[in-house]
């Protein structure tokens, strides 16, 4: 951070920033405004601040729309995706700028597994297809296991075929169900 001294009333900026960041993490900056007087005659007339020489942020002033007080400050959100110096510079309508600023903000390593780390799996945010898939098949599983044994402690009358059938079908259905899971994990 830098702050040159005003001379005169020259428009002095300061940049305030974070002196590091991690890879595509959204930062604040903050461009702080000093100037000796505003008024109708006597004004801060622009700001702007650049990311690595590209302009991402702006504010111009006039006599009918001019800073709101002599020490102002304005901020722009920045996605970081590798080191930047950030610019930023004043204006005063009668007397110019105290010159550029600038502040550089470095990029954090990206955190790797150390020698006694391994690295964390992610967990879905979401089911899968497939997952949906197991769970329905459990759940008619569980649903055809309630059946048989309904109907073979006989709570429910069936013929001994349709029992038969019944447990033919759980048995494909789980194997189904089985591998699935597996393929899954």
Request: proline share 7%; with cysteine; glycine share 8%.
């Given at each position: 951070?830098?702050?040159?001294?005003?001379?005169?009333?020259?428009?002095a900026?300061?940049?305030?920033?974070?002196?590091?960041?991690?890879?595509?993490?959204?930062?604040?900056?903050?461009?702080?405004?000093?100037?000796s007087?505003?008024?109708?005659?006597?004004?801060?007339?622009?700001?702007?601040?650049?990311?690595?020489?590209?302009?991402?942020?702006?504010?111009?002033?006039?006599?009918?729309?001019?800073?709101?007080?002599?020490?102002?400050?304005?901020?722009?959100?920045?996605?970081?995706?590798?080191?930047?110096?950030?610019?930023?510079?004043?204006?005063?309508?009668?007397?110019?700028?105290?010159?550029?600023?600038?502040?550089?903000?470095?990029?954090?390593?990206?955190?790797?597994?150390?020698?006694?780390?391994?690295?964390?799996?992610?967990?879905?945010?979401?089911?899968?297809?497939?997952?949906?898939?197991?769970?329905?098949?459990?759940?008619?599983?569980?649903?055809?296991?309630?059946?048989?044994?309904?109907?073979?402690r006989?709570?429910?009358?069936?013929?001994?075929?349709?029992?038969?059938?019944?447990?033919?079908?759980?048995?494909?259905?789980?194997?189904?169900?089985?591998?699935?899971?597996?393929?899954?994990?």
């Amino acid at each position: 951070m830098a702050t040159p001294d005003a001379l005169a009333d020259q428009t002095a900026v300061r940049i305030e920033a974070p002196s590091s960041a991690s890879p595509g993490s959204q930062i604040t900056v903050r461009v702080h405004v000093t100037h000796s007087g505003n008024n109708f005659f006597h004004f801060t007339n622009w700001v702007w601040l650049k990311a690595n020489d590209v302009e991402i942020g702006r504010w111009e002033f006039n006599p009918d729309a001019r800073p709101e007080d002599e020490n102002f400050t304005r901020q722009v959100s920045y996605r970081v995706e590798g080191p930047v110096t950030l610019t930023a510079q004043g204006n005063c309508n009668v007397h110019g700028s105290a010159g550029a600023v600038h502040a550089n903000v470095a990029v954090d390593p990206a955190p790797g597994p150390g020698p006694d780390q391994r690295p964390v799996r992610a967990e879905p945010t979401g089911r899968s297809p497939i997952g949906w898939l197991v769970l329905m098949l459990g759940v008619a599983n569980l649903i055809l296991c309630a059946f048989q044994v309904a109907s073979g402690r006989r709570w429910i009358k069936v013929k001994i075929a349709v029992h038969r059938r019944f447990g033919q079908l759980l048995l494909a259905l789980a194997l189904i169900h089985g591998l699935l899971a597996l393929l899954t994990t």
